[in-house]
């Protein structure tokens, strides 16, 4: 493609006298079209490459929930369960809307989980609960180390989102707010949609008696002012979860501008 822009170069760009001043500027304007030309085509390959990737590995993350006994539409209401509690906490629209695009990745690493640990009915040894620990750092392993700030984000949720507050959670034992604010954001939605959602195991818990339970656990397994967060705006978040719910968008809604209405924006 590259090379069509320049096929004329001895006609188009050809040396000028000094005496061709309107020449010289004409030929200068031709230059700098065909180069704005050039990155804009750039720019735009690297959008769908990016688009194609994203796609790709949020196919990835819907296989691993299919695994797990879930229609897939966990992680669409991850997405913009996570996006709309970042805004409830002040944060930049631009980094909401990169978070609601990164959450849906946050179990991607269970895909390496066996399904006699996966979907065992009941609780799991101190060995099978090993087992199902490692998907946190199988998750941001497979999501790399990237300089796209989409996957840079994707891999630090996939790691950080089952840490605790008190420093007793996995992998690494972070504490606080040495926890990435993207974990605990999405720990507390986490939290909360798994809950509310039937599993293999049990049915799903009444929202009035999840919310309690995530007051309860602020402060130990959850960042209280991300908990209170959530709380203080609890009726907006069920509202749209059963907005979701009720609509079932795919999953490509998560990358769709479009889909910012669905969240009260």
Not at 31 to 57: K, P, Q, S
């Amino acid at each position: 493609m590259l090379a069509s822009h320049f096929a004329d170069a001895d006609s188009a760009y050809a040396p000028l006298g000094p005496a061709d001043p309107a020449m010289a500027q004409a030929q200068l304007e031709r230059v700098t079209a065909d180069l704005g030309r050039m990155y804009r085509e750039r720019n735009e390959a690297l959008r769908a490459l990016a688009r194609a990737h994203h796609e790709a590995l949020l196919r990835l993350s819907i296989a691993a929930e299919y695994r797990d006994d879930d229609t897939g539409v966990h992680i669409v209401r991850m997405g913009f369960l996570a996006e709309a509690l970042a805004l409830a906490l002040g944060q930049q629209r631009s980094w909401a809307r990169l978070l609601r695009m990164a959450a849906p990745m946050h179990d991607i690493g269970k895909i390496g989980i066996p399904d006699n640990v996966l979907k065992k009915p009941g609780p799991l040894t101190p060995e099978e609960r090993a087992v199902m620990n490692r998907h946190a750092q199988m998750g941001a392993e497979i999501l790399g180390t990237s300089d796209v700030p989409l996957f840079r984000l994707a891999s630090e949720v996939a790691l950080s989102h089952h840490e605790r507050f008190d420093g007793g959670g996995y992998p690494q034992g972070l504490a606080g707010t040495d926890i990435p604010l993207s974990g605990r954001i999405v720990s507390v939605v986490d939290y909360f949609d798994a809950l509310t959602m039937d599993r293999c195991y049990r049915p799903a818990i009444a929202d009035d008696t999840a919310l309690e339970m995530l007051r309860r656990e602020r402060g130990r397994l959850f960042d209280p002012v991300v908990a209170d967060a959530f709380l203080n705006n609890a009726a907006h978040m069920v509202a749209l979860r059963d907005r979701i719910n009720e609509h079932r968008p795919q999953f490509s809604a998560l990358l769709d501008d479009e889909a910012l209405p669905l969240i009260g924006a």
